[in-house]
């Protein structure tokens, strides 16, 4: 069969291998771009997309969808009043932390709910919450979560105090992060 194959036929099926091997190379090359932005701009929050959604594929088409939700929303700065307000609030609930502790961290975690509405973030079960931030303070998640599963752990009256004080460290720089200007934050956008 193959002998008989004229030149010309031979040179248009090489060719044509020739286009394929480049089209899919090019395709792995984007694929392989695209991830690593992701992973640059998310961080630890693109590999637990993956382990959450199965595959860097889905993964990245939640991440996107997550930034194009949150640059919809109308995120803003807190004005003076609104953040010294805050800053008090903080500092109330810390200095109580001594005497009870569990409810410093409960109301840390609180805090950290209401500031995030304040700035335009929409009142939302803890997981969309922690999906929208993680777009404008992808940084901060790891530790955003742990803070907030041991805020609303049952049966705290088990945990130590060092934890909650790990907590509550967590929750202040979190609190921190939050209240800087968004726009250091949007320059890493994928979107």
Known sequence: MFHQLTNAQIAIAVIV?????????????????KTTVFRNRFGT??????????????AEANLAFRENRVHAMKIHELGVTE????????????????????????????????????KGYPKASFDDRAADVSVL???????????????????????????LRTALTQFRAIFDEILQPDFLHQQGSVA
């Open 17 to 33: 291998l020739v286009v394929v091997f480049i089209v899919v190379g090019d395709y792995f090359r984007r694929r392989k771009a």
């Open 45 to 58: 929050e693109y590999d637990r997309a993956v382990q959450v959604h199965g595959s860097s594929e889905m």
């Open 137 to 163: 303070h992808p940084r901060i998640m790891e530790n955003y979560r742990a803070a907030h599963a041991i805020a609303v752990r049952p049966y705290r009256g088990e945990t130590s105090t060092e934890t």
């Open 83 to 118: 953040r010294e307000r805050f800053v008090t609030q903080w500092q109330i609930l810390q200095s109580r932390f001594v005497d009870h502790p569990e409810a410093s961290v409960t109301e840390a975690d609180d805090l950290i709910a209401a500031l995030l509405e304040a």
